[in-house]
Structure formats: structure tokens, C-alpha cells
């Protein structure tokens, strides 16, 4: 099992798909802590970042990777634009050269991608972002991996740690962007951005296995 271009703009679409499904309930997620938009930006981000990529002639997985980022970038304000599009840009920079990434390549792109998130927005694992699905997520698909399991068993410990992290969100209380002022009042909701984020890991780890429920 390899994870080619093809695979990625499958993932874009079922990433744009299930945003936008989910948008209202990301905006009511943001909504305990900060302005309720996150849903509706998050939502315009992937459709202009689809866009970007299926206007596009099919590229290498790095070009499709960097076609989808610059399209989230071009649409979305705030923190919100530099943070996601410097995930896809950090995954495509680690697949460059590659016309495929196998399960250690795949790993080596989460984990670029992570540095990049982290290089802009500073945010660490329990500051109550994003950072807290995908960083155990990266967590578990390597150690599923050093035990020797295949491409699909460490994308599925990886999505099942990224909910994980979503739930763990609940008990914290945010230190980043607009919510860290919402101080308490954060607790008992999941995070907006850590919830988005799974979806993504979900929708990546779905398309990759042929399972195309995160586009419905």
C-alpha cells in the first residue's frame, strides 16, 4: 500500500466534504470559547484549496499537497490560513521527490507538518488547539509503526488517538488565540481546532484504505 497524488485529492474532496458537513457543529464548538467562525472559515479554506487543486493539472503528491495549501491560504484570515496551510505545506515539503509515500514517508509528512504548525503558531501539546489530536495522533501511527504494523493498522491508531486528544481537550483550558481569554469557561467543550484537524486525519486515513465514509 503506497499514498499517491491520486490518493491526496481523494482526501481533499472528502476533507471539503466532511467540513463541510460538520461547519455548524465547529462553529458551535468555537462558540464556548471564541467568535463561533471557525467552522465557516475551516469550510472556506478546503473548498478554495479543492479548487486550487482540481483546477489543476494532476502533479506529483508534493505539487498536489502545495496546490491544496496555497488555495487555504489564498482564503482563509486570521491564524487560521497560516496554521492549516503550513500542515499541507509542511506534508508536501517532506514528500518532495516522492511519487508516493509508503508508511514511514507518510509519518515523516505528519511530522513536518506538525513543525510547521508549531514554527507559526508556538501552541504546545495541552494548550487546548489543534496541536492536542494531532500530536498524539503522529504519536501512536509511529509507535504502531516501530511494533511493525502495516500502513493501514498505524493510520488507524491514528485516527483513534486523534479523538482521543479531541475528548482530552474537554478537561483543558485554552492558552492560545481569542479562547485563552474564555479561561474556565472552556472546560467541558472540545476544542474547535483539535476537532477540525481529526476530521482531516480521519478523511486521510479513510481515502488511503478505500474507505469513503468521511465523504459522507
Not at 467552522?39 to 489543476?56: D, V, Y
Amino acid at each position: 500500500m503506497s499514498y499517491t497524488g491520486t490518493d491526496f485529492r481523494r482526501s481533499a474532496a472528502a476533507i471539503t466534504s466532511k467540513i463541510s458537513a460538520e461547519c455548524m457543529h465547529l462553529c458551535e464548538l468555537d462558540s464556548a470559547v471564541g467568535d463561533g467562525d471557525h467552522g465557516t472559515t475551516i469550510q472556506r479554506g478546503t473548498k478554495a484549496g479543492l479548487e486550487k487543486l482540481q483546477t489543476s493539472p494532476p502533479a506529483s503528491l508534493s505539487e498536489d499537497l502545495s496546490s491544496f495549501s496555497m488555495g487555504m491560504l489564498s482564503s482563509m484570515g486570521g491564524a487560521s490560513g497560516p496554521i492549516y496551510g503550513s500542515f499541507f505545506m509542511g506534508m508536501a515539503s517532506a514528500a518532495k521527490g516522492h511519487e508516493s509515500a509508503d508508511a514511514p514517508l507518510f509519518l515523516a509528512m505528519l511530522k513536518q507538518g506538525l513543525a510547521q504548525i508549531q514554527k507559526i503558531g508556538k501552541a504546545e501539546a495541552g494548550d487546548k488547539t489543534l496541536i492536542d489530536s494531532l500530536s498524539p495522533a503522529i504519536q501512536a501511527y509511529e509507535a504502531a509503526l516501530a511494533e511493525g504494523a502495516d500502513f493501514a493498522t498505524c493510520l488507524q491508531k491514528m485516527t483513534a488517538a486523534a479523538w482521543a486528544g479531541v475528548e482530552h481537550t474537554k478537561s483543558l483550558i485554552s492558552k492560545r488565540g481569542r479562547s485563552r481569554y474564555a479561561g474556565e469557561r472552556g472546560i467541558g467543550s472540545p476544542d474547535a481546532g483539535a476537532t477540525s484537524m481529526a476530521f482531516m486525519l480521519e478523511c486521510f486515513a479513510n481515502t488511503a484504505t478505500g474507505d469513503k465514509s468521511c465523504a459522507s
